[in-house]
């Protein structure tokens, strides 16, 4: 994209960020790339704690553009939009939509971009200003990233096998359903922190309200419009299955399936990491995904395959999960007694 035109889209989606500590924020100033990467997103997002998490992995610098995603209200009991939401946002996001990409409007508990669409409310979305790029869905992002810096870590293996390994497991992540287990209400299993819980009552509600509201003040762009609505039926749709015994249980057992699988890709690796005999981004999403269920109590997914539990540990010991995964889960969520920074590699 022309470069006057990116500059324009990125300064006018800043602008969505109410407090402006959060945004335009340099990282790492000493890392390499220093100017090239602008990145929009959240600390208690699971997408861009994969993309942060590569970032630092990697030893990039970039600019932090910190969003709220959650509505709140005010005093007053008035409305305040999530940031992610903002007209200014989602054009900047559509901007990087793939003509292959339809917008996601239905629900799986899933967020998988090529298997659900673009949700063009959501977070991370990366820029590359020295491509002109904009970047939308972390598995990409992260790719992008690890191809842009190169050179010998490089976290995505260059030998076919092992580089087909690790997009198996990157597509193993991104499949599971994170969203569903955060927002969902099960029925004999929800050990989510109880402030966890109070919020997500209201979430929907407070998303839905939010998107009315934005649909009715920018009627006359049809892009934002658009995404306004696909957002509305999915989130309408995810509001109808938070309390759905039936596919609470379904999409509990379906996280517990890629943990069987994970284990038995545990047994046949010959080195502690997963795919090859380094580091790689599988081991990264990986350690979100383990982090994330671990906060809401759901480490008993894995209490039978002690395999899981020792690669856990050996995630979390890297110093990019305990400061972008780890560190930003406990400053961002309420606090779960599954978790804290002391704990976070320890036992049940
Ligand atoms: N698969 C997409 C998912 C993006 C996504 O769903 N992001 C979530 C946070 S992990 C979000 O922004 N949620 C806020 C909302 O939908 O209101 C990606 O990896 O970028």
Redesign the pocket.
């Known amino acids: 994209m022309d470069h006057t035109e990116l500059n324009s889209l990125v300064s006018n989606a800043r602008a969505c960020i109410v407090d402006s500590k959060r945004a335009g924020v340099m990282r790492f100033s000493d890392g390499t790339e220093k100017g090239r990467f602008v990145l929009f997103h959240?600390a208690?997002?699971?997408?861009?704690q994969?993309v942060r998490a590569t970032l630092v992995q990697r030893g990039v610098s970039y600019e932090s553009n910190e969003m709220l995603?959650?509505a709140s209200r005010d005093r007053e009991g008035n409305l305040v939009a999530?940031e992610?939401?903002g007209a200014e946002y989602v054009r900047l996001r559509r901007s990087g939509q793939l003509s292959c990409w339809g917008m996601a409007d239905s629900y799986s508990g899933i967020?998988?971009?090529s298997l659900?669409g673009l949700?063009a409310?959501?977070?991370?979305t990366l820029i590359d200003l020295k491509t002109g790029e904009v970047i939308?869905?972390?598995?990409r992002?992260c790719v992008h990233i690890d191809a842009a810096i190169g050179g010998s870590e490089l976290l995505i293996p260059t030998a076919d096998q092992d580089r087909q390994r690790v997009f198996r497991q990157l597509e193993a992540v991104?499949a599971t359903p994170?969203?569903g287990i955060l927002y969902g209400f099960h029925p004999h299993g929800d050990r989510r922190p109880q402030a966890l819980r109070d919020a997500m009552r209201t979430v929907y509600d407070e998303?839905l309200e939010t998107l009315a509201m934005l649909s009715a003040r920018h009627s006359a762009d049809p892009a934002v419009v658009e995404a306004y609505r696909a957002?509305i039926s999915k989130?309408t749709a995810g509001r109808a299955v938070q309390h759905d015994a039936v596919f609470q249980e379904a999409i509990r057992k379906a996280t517990r399936e890629r943990l069987v699988q994970l284990n038995f890709d545990l047994q046949q690796s010959t080195t502690d990491w997963l795919c090859s005999n380094s580091l790689s981004l599988a081991d990264i999403f990986w350690a979100v995904s383990l982090v994330r269920l671990r906060y809401l109590g759901l480490m008993v997914l894995w209490e039978d395959m002690p395999l899981v539990e020792a690669y856990y540990r050996l995630v979390t010991s890297l110093q990019s999960v305990r400061e972008e995964v780890i560190g930003a889960t406990i400053a961002s969520m309420p606090s779960s007694m599954y978790l804290s920074s002391e704990t976070a590699a320890s036992s049940f």
């Open positions: 959240a208690m997002s699971f997408c861009s994969k995603i959650l999530a992610n939401y967020s998988s971009v659900c949700d409310c959501a977070v991370p939308v869905d972390s598995l992002i991104d994170h969203p998303k957002k989130e």
